[in-house]
Protein backbone atom coordinates (compact mmCIF):
# COMPACT_ATOMS: atom_id res chain seq x y z
CA UNK A 1 0.00 0.00 0.00
CA UNK A 2 1.19 3.85 -0.82
CA UNK A 3 0.52 6.45 1.42
CA UNK A 4 0.43 10.10 0.29
CA UNK A 5 1.01 12.97 3.29
CA UNK A 6 0.61 16.05 2.13
CA UNK A 7 1.73 19.36 3.40
CA UNK A 8 1.77 23.01 2.80
CA UNK A 9 -1.94 24.18 3.05
CA UNK A 10 -2.95 27.24 5.19
CA UNK A 11 -4.55 30.56 5.12
CA UNK A 12 -3.31 32.87 2.60
CA UNK A 13 -4.80 36.55 1.94
CA UNK A 14 -5.79 37.06 -2.09
CA UNK A 15 -2.67 37.48 -4.16
CA UNK A 16 -0.51 35.51 -2.31
CA UNK A 17 1.23 32.35 -2.85
CA UNK A 18 1.55 28.80 -1.31
CA UNK A 19 3.49 25.64 -1.68
CA UNK A 20 1.79 22.53 -1.35
CA UNK A 21 4.04 18.87 -1.25
CA UNK A 22 2.46 15.48 -1.52
CA UNK A 23 4.89 12.40 -0.64
CA UNK A 24 4.30 8.41 -1.33
CA UNK A 25 5.32 6.74 1.59
CA UNK A 26 6.50 3.51 -0.21
CA UNK A 27 9.85 4.13 -1.83
CA UNK A 28 11.00 1.96 -4.76
CA UNK A 29 7.14 1.72 -6.32
CA UNK A 30 6.73 2.79 -9.44
CA UNK A 31 4.06 5.78 -10.11
CA UNK A 32 3.60 7.21 -13.02
CA UNK A 33 0.84 10.18 -12.53
CA UNK A 34 0.88 12.03 -9.37
CA UNK A 35 -1.98 14.58 -9.23
CA UNK A 36 -3.37 17.66 -7.14
CA UNK A 37 -7.65 17.76 -6.55
CA UNK A 38 -9.33 20.54 -4.88
CA UNK A 39 -12.87 20.12 -3.46
CA UNK A 40 -14.83 23.03 -2.29
CA UNK A 41 -17.75 22.95 0.35
CA UNK A 42 -20.78 21.88 -1.89
CA UNK A 43 -19.18 21.17 -4.78
CA UNK A 44 -17.64 18.22 -6.48
CA UNK A 45 -13.73 17.17 -6.41
CA UNK A 46 -11.92 18.67 -9.58
CA UNK A 47 -9.06 18.26 -11.19
CA UNK A 48 -5.99 21.28 -10.81
CA UNK A 49 -2.85 19.87 -11.56
CA UNK A 50 -1.28 16.59 -12.86
CA UNK A 51 2.22 15.62 -13.84
CA UNK A 52 3.76 11.90 -15.27
CA UNK A 53 7.10 10.59 -14.66
CA UNK A 54 8.26 11.78 -17.78
CA UNK A 55 7.11 15.41 -16.98
CA UNK A 56 3.95 16.23 -18.86
CA UNK A 57 1.65 18.39 -17.72
CA UNK A 58 -2.24 19.53 -17.64
CA UNK A 59 -3.16 21.90 -15.63
CA UNK A 60 -7.63 23.22 -15.09
CA UNK A 61 -8.27 26.22 -17.18
CA UNK A 62 -8.71 28.12 -14.08
CA UNK A 63 -5.32 27.43 -12.69
CA UNK A 64 -3.27 28.07 -16.08
CA UNK A 65 -0.72 30.48 -15.73
CA UNK A 66 -0.96 31.02 -11.99
CA UNK A 67 -0.29 27.04 -10.78
CA UNK A 68 3.06 25.14 -11.53
CA UNK A 69 3.21 21.21 -10.81
CA UNK A 70 6.48 19.46 -10.34
CA UNK A 71 7.75 16.62 -8.98
CA UNK A 72 11.12 15.02 -7.74
CA UNK A 73 10.68 11.25 -8.97
CA UNK A 74 13.82 10.19 -6.79
CA UNK A 75 11.92 11.45 -3.57
CA UNK A 76 8.26 10.19 -4.52
CA UNK A 77 7.22 13.72 -3.98
CA UNK A 78 5.44 16.19 -6.29
CA UNK A 79 5.01 20.07 -5.64
CA UNK A 80 1.95 22.29 -6.61
CA UNK A 81 3.38 25.75 -5.82
CA UNK A 82 0.14 28.65 -6.17
CA UNK A 83 0.45 32.01 -7.03
CA UNK A 84 -1.85 34.81 -7.41
CA UNK A 85 -4.08 33.17 -4.97
CA UNK A 86 -8.10 34.04 -5.30
CA UNK A 87 -10.22 33.09 -3.12
CA UNK A 88 -12.25 30.83 -5.42
CA UNK A 89 -9.37 28.31 -4.81
CA UNK A 90 -10.15 27.83 -1.55
CA UNK A 91 -11.02 24.30 -0.56
CA UNK A 92 -9.26 20.94 0.58
CA UNK A 93 -6.57 20.48 -1.67
CA UNK A 94 -6.11 16.25 -2.53
CA UNK A 95 -2.96 14.28 -3.80
CA UNK A 96 -3.41 11.58 -5.99
CA UNK A 97 -1.04 9.30 -7.63
CA UNK A 98 -1.67 6.04 -9.84
CA UNK A 99 0.29 3.58 -11.40
CA UNK A 100 -0.63 4.43 -14.81
CA UNK A 101 -3.29 6.93 -15.78
CA UNK A 102 -3.49 9.82 -15.44
CA UNK A 103 -7.11 8.45 -15.29
CA UNK A 104 -9.81 10.97 -16.11
CA UNK A 105 -12.15 10.05 -13.52
CA UNK A 106 -10.96 10.84 -10.18
CA UNK A 107 -12.62 7.52 -9.08
CA UNK A 108 -9.64 5.91 -11.08
CA UNK A 109 -6.92 6.83 -9.43
CA UNK A 110 -5.35 3.73 -7.17
CA UNK A 111 -3.66 6.50 -3.76
CA UNK A 112 -5.35 9.19 -2.12
CA UNK A 113 -3.84 11.96 0.33
CA UNK A 114 -6.13 12.70 3.33
CA UNK A 115 -6.52 16.46 2.19
CA UNK A 116 -5.09 19.40 3.25
CA UNK A 117 -7.35 22.86 3.49
CA UNK A 118 -6.53 26.13 1.71
CA UNK A 119 -8.43 29.40 2.44
CA UNK A 120 -7.76 32.19 0.50
CA UNK A 121 -9.27 34.93 2.17
CA UNK A 122 -10.23 38.36 0.47
Known amino acids: QVHLVESGGGLVQAGGSLRLSCTASRSGFSINAMGWYRQAPGKQRELVAVITSGGSTNYADSVKGRFTISRDNAKNTVYLQMNSLKAEDTGVYYC????????????????WGQGTQVTVSS
Open 96 to 111: AADRGGPPQDPRHWDY
